[in-house]
């Protein structure tokens, strides 16, 4: 099936370049550009706000807290519930018509600066004060220049329009509104990350050795054709003919601008029905890789390898094995079942099984073909990550990777182009994720490293798999380290991982005197069989 694989290798690319991020869940937006100083450096932190009505739990709100004023309670339980009341002024910027005795202040932004609306609304006697942003996102609140903020002493925390609007209701319906005021701190690591970085690396293990595997099955053929002077050899005389793809300095090159465009193009077009269309072509890629994956596991067993011996033509698809038929139905419906529930809970699941079934395929498909290619390549994905990540925030004030990985605009929860687990121990829920690109483009180095030592019948310790490999996930946990001491932003994997793996091939290759080897024919030199001359008739 050519034009399946073309396809996959098409959408492979396209999913490649739109998503190459780590990330863990943050606040996002701006405003915190004005320097720390006494009495306004506290961190942005999240927090909850659960609710009561009339002595009944109702809706649960998420606020951030502002950059000055004491820090709030860590634990539900040891938060104190306290009796909501409406601002009057609604802006808080004059004393309030009516003394406060230890209530949570509702007031509306603008007219005056957050500190301002603080002081008032303590020295009117609330013990906290809940500002409404304009807009249904967080804002985070700074500290004016040459404000004096080191008097205030209650919290202070910003919620979105949508949750300021529904407390208003409830108290305009003279309801009695009370509620807690906390930010439970996440966990240093969680679990997630760890079984993530277990998924990477497995998802390149298993692939490396299925395409070292194919190599020298087909070098194997090749040198016994060659021996037997057989004329099938002209057949089977380049490995673009079992539908491999070798990538060119040329191909790695245009990965940056070709990459560029795709990811604007998310980042404008982002809508609910774009993302109907990324999923669409998500579970097409998805179908193709997970039938490609289930047909050759299928094949080592001598029962289903007879099966996929026997070809059937099919219109538009040309001769397609009885076992690609059989497991065909099975993988459009776990496709199916993915898109329609994708919104649950558990699709996670189905969309990693997706997902790694299309990188595996990818990676078996896509080759580099010796190390100056794959530097080439990596050192451009370094490039392309570092930009997106961080640089374009001075462009587009946002960074336009981590706008496109969480899905914003799209009432989605993240484009389908990841690999995802929920955060299992993080009291703020979420997803940690890493991006196709972080596995498919340093893994493409790493199965070239398998297939060289394949060919060249070195040994796991003096070859070079086992240190691509361990620098891949080395590189990979010190990416996690660093999601996790910037408070779970967006991190840039490659910046982490693309050093660490260039950096071992060549300094290993230079040491062992195979370095030209590597960056020029990429395969080691194997002595020519003896050619069996046929009589002549």
């Known amino acids: ?37 006494p009495g306004c450096n506290n961190n942005f932190v999240l927090v909850k706000v659960p609710t009561r009505v ?46 406060l005795t230890g209530e949570v202040i509702l007031v509306h932004r603008g007219n005056c600066s957050f500190a301002t609306k603080t002081k008032v609304a303590e020295a009117a ?53 009370t509620l807690q005021l906390y930010s439970p701190k996440r966990p240093a690591v969680d679990v997630a990350e760890v079984f ?19 190599a020298r099955e087909e070098a194997i053929e090749q040198d016994k054709l060659l021996k037997d002077g057989s004329d099938e050899l002209l057949q089977v005389s380049t490995t673009s003919s079992r539908g491999v793809v070798e990538i060119t300095v040329i191909s790695a ?36 890789g997970l039938q490609t994956c289930l ?61 790694i079934s299309l990188i595996v395929t990818v990676l078996q498909i896509v080759r580099v073909p010796n190390l100056k290619v794959g530097v080439v390549l990596l050192s451009c994905a370094f490039m392309y990550d570092i930009f997106w990540v961080f640089v374009s925030k001075w462009w587009f004030r946002e960074s336009v990777m981590i706008v496109v990985a969480r899905g914003d605009k799209s009432g989605e929860d993240g484009i389908p182009m990841l690999l995802k687990i929920p955060r299992m121990f993080d009291p703020w829920g979420g997803y940690s994720i890493i991006g196709f690109g972080d596995i ?48 779970g932003h967006g991190q840039p994997a490659l910046l982490y991982i693309v050093p660490f793996i260039l950096g071992t091939l060549i300094v290993l290759g230079h040491k062992r005197g195979d370095l030209e080897t590597l960056w020029t024919t990429g395969e080691p030199e194997r002595p020519c069989p003896h050619v069996r001359l046929q009589p002549q008739s």
């Open 1 to 37: 099936m050519m034009w399946g694989r073309s396809y996959l290798l098409v959408l492979g690319w396209l999913y490649v370049y739109s998503a190459s991020l780590v990330y863990g869940g943050d606040i996002v937006h701006h405003d915190d550009s004005l320097p720390n100083r």
């Open 54 to 99: 009339n002595g009944k739990e109702k809706e649960e709100y998420v606020g951030v807290g502002a950059r000055f004023g004491p820090t709030l309670e860590s634990k539900e339980k040891h938060a104190t519930l306290i009796k909501l009341a409406l601002s009057d002024p609604p802006d808080s910027c004059t004393t309030p018509k009516y003394k």
């Open 125 to 177: 006697g609330a013990s906290a004060i809940l500002i409404i942003n304009n807009s249904t996102d967080l804002f985070k609140m700074v500290c004016e220049k040459g404000e004096d903020v080191l008097d205030i002493n209650i919290p202070v925390v910003m919620l979105p329009l949508d949750a300021g609007t529904s407390l208003r209701k409830f108290v305009d319906a003279n309801d009695t509104v």
């Open 196 to 214: 993530l970085w277990l998924m990477a690396v497995g998802t390149i293990l298993c692939a490396s050795y299925w395409s070292a595997w194919t």
């Open 253 to 288: 090159i245009l990965f940056v601008v070709v990459a560029s465009c795709f990811l604007i193009m998310l980042y404008k077009l982002m809508s609910f029905w774009f993302i109907e269309v990324l999923v669409v072509l998500f579970c097409i890629g998805g179908v193709e």
């Open 295 to 355: 047909v050759a596991l299928l094949s080592c067993f001598r029962w289903f390898r007879s099966v996929g011996e026997f070809y059937v033509k099919v219109p538009f698809l040309g001769a397609v094995s009885y076992l690609t038929l059989a497991t065909c139905p099975f993988c459009i419906v776990s496709a199916v079942i993915w898109a329609v529930y994708r919104q649950y809970s558990f699709a996670w699941i189905g969309q990693d099984i997706l997902g």
């Open 440 to 487: 498919i483009l340093p893994g493409l180095l790493v199965t070239f490293a398998l297939r060289y030592d394949w060919l060249a019948n070195k040994k796991l310790k003096s070859g070079y798999f086992l240190w691509a490999m361990s620098a891949y996930g080395l590189g990979l946990l010190i990416t996690y380290i660093a999601l996790n001491l910037m408070d």
